[in-house]
């Protein structure tokens, strides 16, 4: 009979199996179902992609390193869709146009609407753009009026940014934008489209 209430005492003293675990995080409530403990978030949520294709929740998307889409079992890291996308501060009801290239090969309005779809960038450059615009990285620049700056970030993702081309004598060229701060390393000409790699 001792050792029967004993037993009851220690059993109540300790809990049983519905109490959280020790050195579960506070507010985690039951460490062995609550799947916020393992929750994406937006400064690096779970992971994604790589070989054995890891999918996101369906309201995130995978944002791959160097916005690579994954290539050669690239990995990334899930973040939240955006709620909603930024509009063009001359027209309240339409969003910003800044065509973009994804990683599902669709052309976006933007890099937002790409995310909205569930989609990462696509730096690759893979998209077929509309004529008279040509690739740099995932955006589309304007082949008459446009060069591609391509800043090379080794420990982030490289930058993309379509310039306005400089008054050029004989049309665009990589003489022409030869003298643009960012450097000289051009490839590319009037009909592809150039670009100027800063390195």
Do not use: W
């Not at 916020?36 to 690096?44: H, V, Y």
């Not at 146009?97 to 990462?120: H, I, R």
């Not at 690739?135 to 090379?152: E, R």
């Amino acid at each position: 009979m001792r050792i029967t209430s004993l037993f009851l005492v220690l059993l109540t003293a300790c809990g049983g199996d519905d109490r959280p675990a020790v050195d579960a995080p506070p507010g985690s409530g039951d460490a062995g179902g609550d799947a916020s403990i393992d929750a994406p978030n937006d400064e690096g949520g779970a992971a994604c992609g790589g070989i054995v294709s890891i999918p996101c929740a369906d309201d995130e998307y995978c944002d791959y390193v160097a916005n690579n889409c994954g290539i050669a079992d690239g990995a990334g890291r899930c973040k939240r869709r955006p709620d909603a996308c930024p509009l063009n501060a001359s027209d309240s009801a339409a969003l910003i146009a800044e065509p973009t290239c994804a990683c599902d090969g669709k052309v976006y309005s933007s890099e937002c609407a790409a995310y909205a779809e569930g989609q990462d960038v696509n730096a690759n450059g893979s998209c077929q753009f509309p004529k008279g615009q040509f690739a740099c990285g995932y955006k589309a620049c304007n082949l008459a009026s446009q060069y591609c700056q391509h800043a090379l970030k080794p420990e982030s993702s490289d930058e993309y940014d379509c310039m306005p081309l400089p008054a050029c004598t004989g049309g665009a060229s990589c003489e022409c934008v030869a003298d643009q701060p960012c450097g000289s390393e051009c490839t590319g000409d009037a009909a592809s489209g150039l670009t100027l790699t800063c390195s």
